[in-house]
């Protein structure tokens, strides 16, 4: 059996390749914590000076490996030593403060350990570093928040145009004088 991780129905991750996949933070925690076969594989967690989703992932595993990274040289030398079947990188930005130049080198290293492992840069957003990041990735995955339909005008009080669609948000009919 193959690993894969669903994102969400129909949209796998698969070994063999490096994934920066930009999610609300429950996609990315569900999609690990409800996989219960993932917990035969080596997984390694790796974040930087804070972490968003570790205490929310599962990690009843005695297979699920946890490394921080405080400096770009650290995550570059984490990412090169991983041998692990699934490598799962939360972004933070901040450990690239004073090393841009290290942002190529470390996207390098995601590229090489994502053709033995399945490799996941995870960002809530994009940035300016994970946009250079992502630029090495095999796949590019966005994800966006659905949208709350409760805070909506109910459809009896939408105003409607003169051929009974509704009117646009900020639209305004003319008046014939």
Do not use: C, W
């Amino acid at each position: 059996m193959q690993i894969q991780i669903e994102l969400r129905r129909g949209m796998y991750l698969s070994p063999g390749s490096y994934n920066a996949v930009v999610a609300p933070e429950n996609v990315i925690v569900s999609s690990i914590s409800r996989n219960p076969d993932l917990r035969r594989y080596l997984f390694l967690y790796v974040s930087g000076n804070y972490s968003r989703l570790l205490t929310r992932i599962d990690r009843g595993s005695r297979n699920f490996d946890v490394r921080r990274a405080f400096t770009a040289h650290q995550l570059l030398a984490v990412i090169r030593e991983a041998a692990h079947t699934i490598v799962l990188v939360e972004h933070d930005p901040l450990i690239f403060e004073g090393a841009e130049q290290m942002v190529a080198p470390v996207a390098m290293a995601l590229k090489d350990a994502g053709r033995d492992a399945l490799v996941i840069l995870y960002a809530p957003a994009i940035d300016r570093r994970f946009a250079a990041l992502m630029r090495y990735a095999d796949r590019v995955i966005e994800i966006a928040e659905a949208e709350d339909l409760s805070a909506r005008t109910p459809p009896r009080e939408v105003r409607r145009q003169r051929n009974g669609g509704p009117l646009v948000p900020g639209q305004r009919t003319l008046e014939v004088s």
